[in-house]
């Protein structure tokens, strides 16, 4: 496999704080056809909309190492287990993807996603982080649901590990941030990287979603980038003070 399923972003710092970013690109590989048209590959279906411009920020000002998907989440979904029914979506969000349906999964699976699973569990292992960050963003409104709102400026994720995410919530509140505890939808249900990367291994984790609308510009990548930063710092501070 010649083309990249990942970039990475800085040094990190060991047993300091790194980030990873599962969602950070719409790119199709070559030879692949989804039968989306180019609008279709520009909304949240296709990858977590300003969720690389904060991890890149996060790496670049802030010193927080970074790891990021170089692959369409609807080439294949790199936070979801191998066995996940939505591993290889068929729809999304009430759209359908017509190249995916009979598509080679296992062919995908030793492409894309095991590759990139292997190289970030190498990457952990060298780094042993103190604190990971898993960066999301999620649309306001699904447009199967337009019905649903979801106010939550932040959300923060988790299944059995609540440890850094309840510090998270917290400090997230004390700044005045609209703060959502396993919201808009729960860590039990989607948590795959961390509970593959941190959960199993007992590494602190913070699995956080943006709304997609705070983040699709320049400065409110910024914005919130600094704001992530100040408080996970302050989160591995207390878990080593606990």
């Known amino acids: 496999m010649s083309e990249p399923v990942f970039r990475m972003i800085g040094e990190a710092t060991r047993g300091g704080i790194v980030a990873v970013c ?10 692949i056809e989804l039968g989306l048209s ?22 670049r000002r802030h010193g927080i190492a970074a ?13 979801r287990e191998e066995e996940s029914n939505g591993l290889i979506p068929t729809t999304s969000d009430g759209i359908l993807i017509p190249g995916n349906i009979g ?3 296992e062919k995908r699976l030793e492409d894309y996603h095991r590759p990139y699973h292997r190289a970030m ?3 952990l292992e060298q780094v042993n982080p103190g604190l990971i960050l898993s960066i999301h963003s999620f649309t306001p409104k699904l447009e199967s649901k337009p019905q649903e709102d979801r106010p939550w400026e932040i959300g923060l994720l988790y299944n059995n590990d609540d440890s850094a995410a309840l ?39 913070c699995a956080i979603e943006i709304r997609n ?30």
């Open 22 to 31: 599962d969602h950070a690109s719409n790119r199709v590989p070559d030879g």
């Open 38 to 59: 180019a609008a279709a590959m520009e909304k949240h279906i296709a990858y977590d909309l300003g969720a690389a411009g904060v991890t890149e920020r996060l790496a």
């Open 121 to 123: 569990e190498t990457w």
């Open 213 to 242: 609308d705070l983040i699709l510009q320049e400065r409110g990548q910024a914005r919130w980038a600094a704001i992530i930063a100040d408080v996970a710092g302050r989160v591995k501070l207390a878990l080593e003070t606990v």
């Open 103 to 105: 598509a080679d999964r």
């Open 167 to 205: 510090h998270a919530i917290r400090l997230f509140s004390e700044l005045g941030v609209t703060v959502g505890d396993n919201e808009p939808y729960s860590g039990r249900e989607f948590n795959a990287t961390m509970n593959r990367h941190a959960e199993a291994l007992g590494r602190p984790y």
């Open 67 to 79: 790891m990021l998907s170089d692959v369409s989440r609807l080439v294949i979904d790199h936070h």
